[in-house]
């Protein structure tokens, strides 16, 4: 087969032809890709998407830096509320039945708080408190107020 002139022109616009449908092809493909990158921002061009995602990254990184510093404030406040109670019940005198008598302790997670007691007898009840710190009182504790207190640390 002899190549002639018409021939060479024939496979350069069938060539050609090919080039042009994938040129096509593939800048339909790139509007396609513009078209749901830009959709429902209506930006004129790219540089102000970048702008306008550059400003919400800031205010989200404001954002972040107060929720952190309130994270951390709760945190200091949970450890003086109360997270730890431990109770001991008991039967202080021979006279009547039952362990109707307590200890209760009721500590922060500073191991800070009260114990209270409650001693019920047939003619009378009394109840005593006596304030915690670092799981220690001032004053003189029952083997109760003590059990309550170590199950309180140990909650």
Not at 9 to 15: E, G, K, P, Q
Not at 130 to 144: G, H, Q, V, W, Y
Request: proline share 1%.
């Amino acid at each position: 087969m002899v190549m002639t002139l018409e021939n060479l022109n024939l496979i350069i616009s069938l060539a050609a032809l090919v080039l042009a449908i994938i040129a096509v092809v593939l800048a339909a493909g790139l509007q396609k890709m513009r078209n749901t990158f830009f959709k429902g921002s209506r930006a004129e061009n790219l540089e102000q998407v970048i702008i306008n995602q550059n400003k919400k990254l800031n205010e989200l990184a404001g954002q972040q830096d107060y929720t952190e510093k309130a994270v951390k404030e709760l945190r200091d406040i949970q450890t003086i509320s109360i997270q730890k109670i431990g109770i001991t019940r008991y039967n202080p005198f021979n006279d009547n039945g039952g362990n109707l008598s307590f200890s209760l302790a009721i500590m922060d997670g500073r191991n800070n708080g009260v114990v209270i007691t409650s001693m019920h007898g047939r003619e009378v009840n009394r109840i005593y408190a006596k304030p915690i710190k670092n799981s220690k009182s001032e004053f003189s504790l029952t083997e109760e107020e003590r059990g309550a207190i170590e199950s309180a640390t140990n909650f």
